[in-house]
């Protein structure tokens, strides 16, 4: 099944930035899409940036150029570089196992992912 455990979340001021992580473990970890998520509270889950399995990325256009999603296939690892961050940053983000042999908007949504971290929290201060 798979298991995935963030680290790297923390406090920082507006304009600061944060690596996150996230290890992947139990699974063939290059053959699946990978994402991170976040979800503030009383707001909706929301895909943050997405990495195929071609290393093809995807953002939400609230990330676009502050925000870079990298994976290690040597090491299962995904990362998530936050640069500039703002306090809308503020969250608790997630990593996420999506779908197979996927590319480009096929590993979106939070219905395509089968496998979740359990979170780390992200808090801007302004």
């Known amino acids: 099944q798979g298991q995935l455990t963030e680290s790297g979340g923390g406090s920082v001021q507006a304009g600061g930035s944060l690596r996150l992580s996230c290890a992947a473990s139990g699974y063939t970890f290059n053959v699946y899409c990978m994402s991170w998520f976040r979800q503030a509270p009383g707001k909706e889950r929301e895909d943050v940036a997405s990495?195929?399995?071609?290393?093809?990325?995807i953002y939400a256009d609230s990330v676009k150029g502050r925000f870079t999603i990298s994976r290690d296939n040597a090491k299962t690892t995904l990362y998530l570089q936050m640069n500039s961050l703002k306090p809308e940053d503020t969250a608790m983000y997630y990593c996420?196992?999506?779908?197979?042999?996927?590319?480009?908007?096929?590993?979106?949504?939070?219905?395509?992912?089968?496998?979740w971290g359990q979170g780390t929290q992200v808090t801007v201060s302004s």
């Open positions: 996420a196992r999506g779908p197979q042999w996927r590319l480009g908007a096929d590993c979106l949504g939070v219905q395509n992912q089968h496998v």
């Open positions: 990495i195929d399995t071609n290393g093809g990325t």
